[in-house]
């Protein structure tokens, strides 16, 4: 078995079962959490707030907007990039559709995948380099921040090395090397903060909820 | 035949003997030394080392094999160019090119065996059996096994012709019923070099001669396969990359895409995976290729192109197996969810109560 066989068949196969245990013990397991019961009156139904919360937190608020500037535009260039990279590019997407069972869908040109793979790995690399020169990044930093940005940007580097025949290494070695780092990448969602991708949407939804009980404007 | 001996003739001295022209001898050194990607200033230099060299001897061992590397080799077009490389070795043993037939054939075999012990070319194609002490496959009542070790023994190189000698191929496929493997897996001591392909391009076959008679030894990949012909991946020099580039691809075999030329990535092509001269050197005298003739590369000149998921899969499809391991997985994970949300909750009854004990006790105090 080459390295390639290995990370296509066994490495995937398992870090697809870690991934969705993974994804299922820490969802199950926290919306199953009991919430403190609210014996205040509320002022308003919490629903609506609630769903506001979700798409309102899309946007900063206008006296945010300078300060989170930075944060603002690299997050957007990083998550729109990486889904264009992992969603729109035709090797991915058979890949997706023979997993999930699902029929093919529109692929992008390859120079604007490379594109937005380029500008994904340019803003993990800044966010990288901010969190260690800032002076109160760095104290709040810890190793979940720094290894969940490498174990995302890792798939990026090597998916553009191997898609371009680097000549560093045999294609099969790097695209093995790929494979292996969105392996990587499965096993640490689940376990890291990248889980926020589970979480975001349920706690902004429960922020909001409560907020919207208490009369806060969200 | 000449006065000369056949074995003690030079190359040059053997194909005049044979009605070679020298235009025809010429032709083919151009042709090898293209083939390497040598400067055209080296077919002179090819030519006048064939000239001097020796005829050297070749046995040619057909293992698990169909004959289709043979066939490749002595079916291209004629006259072939390919051809001259058979006037020019003195091809002492070959199933289905010799006369000669039961014993007779044998014997010529040990014959040349014996009397150009050390110095012969061994040529095998087809994988070798192992299992049940290689009982799968025998000649003259001998295994191949036993053949193949006896007669590497005396040889000076080996040259595994076709992916079953070079890598197993299609014998050794899953489930590989007759433990094939590779003449690598059992010839150990000797120089091996791999000329994978099924069948592989017949002037790669003659060339790989030809270079190994002239240059000795030719710097091999990790695979064993010389780099000068197999150095080049097929998707790099595929003429269909740039609506692979563009994201143009043939969906079916017959829709626009396919009519337009598009790249067959998505039906299945294993060109990126690749390495073999087709997409330069081509087929039939430079006529096409499986590309070109609208097929995606199976990738035959590869370990294991046989078991790669299947020929109509695309490359980054069909490697994964049942989705049942993967349905468990969310059982499982659903499960262990349940009982981390059930420690959770005693902890936070647990803390709770705690808290509650805390503050009666200091209720108490202030009291
Ligand atoms: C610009 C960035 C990227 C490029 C250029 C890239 C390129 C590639 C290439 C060339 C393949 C090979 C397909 C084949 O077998 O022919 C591949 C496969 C794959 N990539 Fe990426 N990739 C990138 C980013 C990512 C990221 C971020 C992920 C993370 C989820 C990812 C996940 C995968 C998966 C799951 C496969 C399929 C595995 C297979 O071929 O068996 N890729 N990628
Ligand atoms: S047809 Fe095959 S080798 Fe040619 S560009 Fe497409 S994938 Fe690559």
């Known amino acids: ?218 | 035949m000449t006065s000369k001996k056949r074995q003690d003739m030079t190359i040059g001295e053997a194909l005049r003997a044979n009605g070679v022209s020298r235009r025809g001898f010429l032709k083919f050194c151009a042709a090898t030394a293209s083939l390497m990607a040598l400067p055209p200033g080296a077919a002179t230099a090819i030519a006048a080392a064939l000239e001097k060299a020796k005829r050297p001897s070749v046995i040619w061992l057909s293992f698990q094999e169909c004959t289709g590397c043979t066939e490749s080799l002595t079916r291209s077009h004629s006259p072939s160019i390919e051809g001259l490389i058979f006037d020019a070795i003195s091809l002492d043993y070959h199933h289905t090119l010799q006369a000669a037939a039961g014993h007779g054939a044998e014997a010529a075999r040990e014959e040349a065996m014996k009397e150009h012990h050390g110095k012969y070319i061994l040529v095998v194609d087809g994988s070798i059996p192992m299992k049940d002490d290689g009982v799968y496959s025998t000649i003259a009542g001998m295994t191949n096994l036993a053949m193949l070790k006896e007669a590497a023994a005396g040889a000076a190189a080996i040259v595994a012709v076709g992916t079953c000698a070079a890598y197993g191929g299609l014998p050794a496929a899953d489930p590989n019923p007759t433990g094939a493997v590779a003449v690598s897996e059992i010839i150990k001591d000797k120089p091996i070099i791999n000329v994978s392909g099924c069948p592989p391009i017949p002037v790669v076959i003659t060339g790989v001669l030809a270079q190994f008679l002239t240059f000795g030894l030719p710097e091999l990949d990790d695979l064993g396969r010389p780099k000068a012909f197999y150095g080049q991946n097929i998707h790099d020099r595929c003429y269909r990359r740039p609506f692979y580039e563009r994201g143009q691809f043939a969906e079916t075999f017959d829709d626009e895409g396919a009519k337009k030329g598009w790249c067959l990535y998505k039906l299945g092509c294993k060109g990126p995976i690749t390495y073999n001269a087709c997409a330069t050197t081509k087929w039939n005298e430079g006529t096409s290729f499986p590309i070109q003739s609208g097929h995606g590369c199976i990738g035959c000149s590869e370990p294991d192109f046989w078991d790669m998921g299947g020929f109509y899969k695309a490359l980054s499809q069909g490697k994964l197996g049942s989705a049942e391991g993967l349905a468990a997985a969310a059982g499982i994970g659903a499960a262990i969810g349940i009982g981390s949300a059930l420690l959770g909750s005693s902890g936070q009854k647990a803390a709770k109560a705690e808290i509650k004990a805390k503050l009666d006790k200091d209720m108490e105090a202030t009291k």
């Open chain 1, 1 to 218: 078995m080459t390295l390639l066989d290995f990370a296509r068949g066994p490495g995937m196969q398992w870090s697809l079962i870690i991934l969705i245990v993974g994804i299922l013990w820490r969802v199950v397991g926290t919306l199953l959490l009991s919430a403190e019961k609210d014996y205040s009156q509320a002022r308003q139904g919490g629903t609506g707030p609630g769903i506001r919360a979700v798409f309102r937190r899309f946007w900063p608020h206008p006296e945010f907007v300078k300060p989170t500037l930075f944060h603002m535009v690299g997050g957007y260039t990083l998550h729109i990039g990486l889904f264009v990279v992992i969603f729109l590019f035709a090797p991915h997407i058979l890949w997706f559709a023979d997993l999930l069972g699902l029929p093919v869908w529109a692929n992008l040109p390859n120079n604007i995948i490379m594109l937005a793979g380029a500008l994904t790995a340019a803003s993990l690399v800044a966010f990288v380099l901010r969190r260690m020169t800032h002076p109160v990044m760095r104290r709040i930093s810890g190793f979940d921040d720094y290894a969940s940005n490498i174990v995302t940007l890792l798939p990026v580097v090597t998916g553009m090395l191997a898609f371009a025949h680097t000549p560093i290494a045999r294609y099969e070695t790097l695209l093995a090397l790929h494979l292996l780092s969105v392996e990587l990448l499965f096993v640490w969602i689940p376990l890291s903060k990248l889980a926020h991708a589970l979480f975001f949407i349920p706690s902004r939804y429960q922020l909001g909820a409560a907020f919207g009980r208490r009369g806060v404007k969200v």
